[in-house]
């Protein structure tokens, strides 16, 4: 097996797609889809056969062409995160815990396609905050939305910092609404 090689899982792929298999944000880290049109075609794949799945109310797995894919949705959208078939299912689930995580934080619990697009600028510099090159950086969701959101902050930007207040304070309503359940 290739695994005893390489000690450092790596991802092959995040995907953020809409309810009709359509790209929002995607980023590949793999040679594995080297056209533009191998990787449009693996995203209908993907997207085709998890299309009757139940992702909604957690994360779901699944093995397609060799590669396990994380995957759940919410609303509109539909997240991914792919590796190859010997990575642990755990550490993929985790990657996409904290994409996930991010963009709900950074979003303010608006996930959603329309929200997604107006926010995309900080939905691609999370996914260069998560993953780079295929090495996994950062799962912690809090963090991830921290660090994207300090990108643009600036002396003279009050702005961008009551941004960052309102995600800790949309966090931390949604942790109290999780713990009064």
């Not at 359509?22 to 997207?47: G, H």
């Not at 207040?165 to 359940?181: G, I, M, S, V």
Request: glycine share 4%.
């Amino acid at each position: 097996m290739a695994y005893y090689g390489s000690s450092c899982p790596s991802i092959k792929n995040i995907l953020l797609l809409d309810s009709e298999g359509k790209r929002v944000a995607v980023k590949y880290f793999s040679d594995d889809w080297p056209t533009n049109s191998a990787k449009l075609a693996f995203e209908k794949f993907v997207f085709t056969k998890t299309l009757k799945t139940n992702a909604r109310t957690e994360s779901e797995i699944t093995l397609l062409e060799n590669n396990i894919i994380i995957y759940k949705f919410v609303q509109d959208l539909h997240f991914f995160v792919t590796g190859g078939d010997e990575e642990n299912e755990i550490i993929l689930a985790s990657v996409l815990q904290g994409f996930f995580d991010a963009i709900t934080l950074l979003l303010r619990n608006n996930v959603d396609k329309r929200e997604a697009l107006e926010n995309l600028d900080l939905i691609l510099l999370c996914l260069d905050e998560i993953v780079d090159g295929g090495m996994i950086l950062e799962t912690n969701g809090p963090l991830i939305a921290e660090k994207v959101t300090s990108h643009n902050v600036d002396a003279d930007s009050p702005l961008s910092e009551q941004t960052l207040t309102q995600a800790w304070a949309t966090a931390r309503e949604h942790l109290t609404r999780t713990l009064l359940k």
